[in-house]
DNA sequence: TAATAGTATTTCTAATCAGTACCACTATAG
DNA sequence: CTATAGTGGTACTGATTAGAAATACTATTA
C-alpha cells in the first residue's frame, strides 16, 4: 500500500489525495493554481480542495482570492483515528450477538482474509500456537509472534532454519511457500494454500477428530526433525 | 449513524451490510435462502455473500450446497483495526513533512471538521482551555473535556448552569446554541457558528493579537459573571 | 411441478474524473 | 488607451466504474 492508496483508504478520492499530497509541499494555493501544478483539470481542483475541507484534510485562507492548506498529515491522522473509533464502537455494540453454533469445517478464500485470520488465530490464542509455515509467511506475521512471545505464549515455529525470533521454540524444516499449518491452543487448527488472492483457500476447523489428528501430525513431524538435526532453542533476550 | 452505515464505513456496500446482519440472526445460509429472506435480488445475494468472505466478514461453510456463515462481530472488528492502525502508518511516516509556516488565520467550514478540530484542540493543549459553548455542544465533546480533566489540565467552561463536569471550574453563562468561543493554552482561539452543514463556518487563529483581545474578552466575561452570580466549582471527585 | 441452487445479462444511478468552454478581473506591452 | 496574457472561478459534457434492481435462464431435487 503506497501513500495515495492509504489517503484513498481513509475516505479521499484519487484526486483528493493528489492534492493533499501537492498541498503538503507548497505554500497555501488557489484551485487555479493547484490544477496548473498538478496537472488537474482546473473543475476538478477546485472540487477537489472543497472535498478536502469538507472532509478535514484542508483549510481554507481566505483573503482576497480563497486558498487552501494542507492540515497537517498527524492532525488529520487524529481526526480518522477518531471517526474510525465512533464506526467500531457502533458495530461491537449494535451488532447482535452471534448464535452460538460455530461450525466445525470453514473455508477461507482468499488472501487477505486468510492472512487476517492466521494473525488472529495468534493475537486469540491463550496458551501455545503451532506455526508449520514457510520463511515468506513468517515474515508477514512477525509482529504478530513477537506480540505472542511477550504475552508469555509458547511459540513453537516450524520453518527453515534462517528465520531467528527471540523466545520462540524453532524447529528447522524446509516448508513449501504457501503452505499453511497452524493448531492454536490445541483447539483450533488452519491449514491450506496462500499465494495470490484466487488461489489461496484455507480450512479452519474446530473439530476435535481433525485437531488431534493435526496435532500428532506435527508431533511426529517434530519427533522426526529432533531425530535428524538438533533443536534451535532461541532464548528470550 | 447507525450499524449500516457503520458497516459501509469500514468498506461493505450496502447489500454487504444487510446480509452481514442477517447472517447474524440466521444459522449460515445459502445465496438463495439470503435473497429470499433479504429480499435483494439473487444475483446480488450470491455477489454480495462472495463479497463479504472476501473482505473477511464472512467464511464459506463446504458442503453439498455453498453456505455462508458471519464472522462474528468483535473478530471483524479486530481485523478492520489492524487494516486501520496499518493505513495510518503508511500516511503518517510517508507524509512529507509540513512546511513550517502556518497561516495566522484558517477558515473552517462544515459541521464535521469543526467538530473535529474542537476535539483536536482540546486533546492537543497543554495547560489550559476556555470553553465558551451552549450545553448542546458541551455535550457533544463531553468526553474530550473529561479526558483533558483527567490529564490534569485547567479547564474553563462558560456554558449554561445545568451543565455538570466534574474537575472543570464553571461559570455560568446562557449561551446561544451553535456560537463557538474557544481558547487553547493562550495561544490559539477558534470562533464562529456551528450548526448544519453548510451554515457552519469558524474561524481558527494563531495570530497574537487575536488571541490576546480573545482573553481580555472572556476575562471580562468571566468577570462580569462573577459580580452578578456567584462561581460554581465542581471539585474533582 | 414446485422449490432449491446458481449463473448471466440488462438496466439504472451516482461518483469520479478528464476535458472544455466561458466569464471576470488585473497587469502590462505596444 | 487598448489588446492581450495571466489569474481566479464556474459550468457543462462525456466516459468510466461500482453498486444495485430486475429479470431470465439452467440444473437439480423432492
Known amino acids: 500500500m503506497n501513500l495515495t492508496e492509504a489517503l484513498i483508504a481513509v475516505g479521499l478520492t484519487r484526486l483528493e489525495a493528489q492534492l493533499y499530497l501537492l498541498l503538503h509541499s507548497e505554500e497555501p494555493m488557489t484551485g487555479y493554481e493547484a490544477s496548473k501544478q498538478s496537472g488537474i483539470s482546473r473543475s476538478n481542483a477546485y472540487s477537489g480542495l472543497a472535498g478536502l475541507a469538507e472532509k478535514g484534510a484542508a483549510v481554507c485562507v481566505e483573503g482576497p482570492v480563497r486558498q487552501y ?13 477518531r471517526r474510525f473509533k465512533e464506526i467500531i464502537a457502533v458495530i461491537e455494540d449494535g451488532m447482535p450477538e452471534q448464535r452460538p453454533a460455530r461450525e466445525p469445517f470453514l473455508t477461507i478464500s482468499g488472501r487477505d482474509p486468510i492472512i487476517q485470520k492466521l494473525k488472529d ?31 508469555g505464549l509458547k511459540v513453537v515455529l516450524l520453518t527453515s532454519a534462517d528465520v531467528q525470533i527471540a523466545g520462540t521454540i524453532h524447529y ?4 513449501v511457500p504457501g503452505q499453511i499449518r497452524v493448531i492454536a491452543d490445541s483447539s483450533v487448527i488452519m491449514t491450506g494454500t496462500l ?16 485437531v488431534t489428528l493435526f496435532k500428532e501430525a506435527m508431533a511426529n513431524e517434530i519427533k522426526l526433525i529432533t531425530m535428524d538435526q538438533q533443536i534451535t532453542h532461541v532464548d528470550r533476550d
Open 172 to 175: 528447522a524444516a524446509e516448508k
Open 195 to 210: 499465494h495470490d488472492d484466487q488461489t489461496s483457500s484455507c480450512l479452519f476447523s474446530r473439530d476435535q477428530a481433525l
Open 121 to 151: 488465530m495468534i493475537g486469540q490464542a491463550k496458551q501455545r500456537i503451532y506455526l508449520g509455515l514457510a520463511a515468506r509467511e513468517i515474515g508477514m506475521i512477525r509482529p504478530e509472534i513477537e506480540t505472542a512471545v511477550e504475552r
Open 69 to 81: 492548506s494542507a492540515v497537517e498529515a498527524a492532525e488529520f491522522c487524529r481526526y480518522q483515528s
